[in-house]
C-alpha cells in the first residue's frame, strides 16, 4: 500500500502510533496538529488519503470535513474519521459531510490499515461526475443511456452499456477480467473471465468502426483491457 496519507490530530501519541503502524505498510505519512495547517497542507494536492480526527482545537473535524468536501479542488479527497466513543451523532454527521468511513477510537493498528485499504481500494477507481462521456465520435450519455457514434445511435444490451461505461468512466485504466466481472457482473452466479472477452467482442463489434483494430477498447495483452481516451 503506497499511499500518502495526511493525519489530522492534535493527539501526538495517537499520530505517532497511526505513523508507525502505516508506515510499516508502506504508506507515506504527514501529520498535522490542527484544521489549519491540515487545510494548507491539502493544496499541493499530494494526499491519497486523510485520516481526520473529529476533536480538534479551533476546527472541529467535521468542520474540516465540510470545508474540503465544498471546495471542488479538494471534495474528492477521501476521507477516514477518528472518533472516540460517544461521538455516536458526530459520526453520523461526519459521514452524512461527506467522510468515507470511520474508525472508532480505541482502535487496532491493523483495523486501521484495514479501512485504509478498504477506502482506497474504493475510491481510486471513482468514476468521473460528467453526465456525458465524449470520446472521438463516441458519445456515451449516462443518464439516457444512449450512446452515438458519429450522431448515429448505438444499439447496445444492458450488460453491454454497463462494461462500457465502467471502462470509459476510467479512461487509460487497465483492468484484468476478475476487476471488470466484479464491476459489471457484480454477484451474478456462473459467470466466469471468458464472459468478459465475449461481452468486449460484442461491445466492439457494436461500437469500433473496425472491431479487429479497435479504436476504444483496446487490450493489453496479457493483463485485461482499458478505454483509449486519446
Ligand atoms: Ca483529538
Known amino acids: 500500500m503506497q499511499a500518502k496519507i495526511l493525519i489530522v490530530e492534535d493527539e501526538k501519541d495517537i499520530t505517532d502510533l497511526v505513523s508507525y503502524n502505516l508506515t510499516k505498510e508502506g504508506c ?5 496538529g490542527d484544521g489549519e495547517e491540515a487545510l494548507e497542507k491539502i493544496k499541493s494536492g499530494k494526499y491519497d488519503l486523510m485520516i481526520l480526527d473529529l476533536m480538534l482545537p479551533a476546527l472541529s473535524g467535521l468542520e474540516i470535513c465540510r470545508i474540503i468536501r465544498s471546495n471542488p479542488d479538494t471534495a ?17 454527521l461526519g459521514l452524512e459531510m461527506g467522510a468515507d468511513d470511520y474508525v472508532t477510537k480505541p482502535f487496532s493498528p491493523r483495523e486501521l490499515a484495514a479501512r485504509v485499504k478498504a477506502v482506497l481500494r474504493r475510491t481510486s477507481g471513482k468514476p468521473a461526475p460528467e453526465k456525458i462521456i465524449e470520446s472521438g465520435d463516441l458519445v456515451i450519455n449516462k443518464e439516457t443511456y444512449l450512446v452515438t457514434r458519429k450522431g448515429k445511435p448505438i444499439k447496445l444490451s444492458a450488460t453491454e452499456f454497463k462494461l462500457l461505461l465502467f471502462l470509459a468512466e476510467r479512461k487509460g485504466k487497465i483492468f484484468d477480467r476478475d476487476r471488470i466481472l466484479d464491476a459489471v457482473w457484480r454477484n451474478e452466479a456462473f459467470v466466469e473471465p471468458r464472459t468478459v472477452d465475449v461481452h468486449i467482442r460484442r461491445l466492439r463489434a457494436q461500437i469500433e468502426e473496425d472491431p479487429d483494430h479497435p479504436r476504444y477498447i483496446k487490450t493489453m495483452r496479457g493483463v485485461g483491457y482499458y478505454f483509449d481516451g486519446n
Open 28 to 32: 507515506h505519512i504527514d501529520s498535522a
Open 76 to 92: 474528492s479527497l477521501p476521507i477516514i474519521m477518528l472518533t472516540a466513543k460517544g461521538e455516536e451523532v458526530d459520526r453520523i
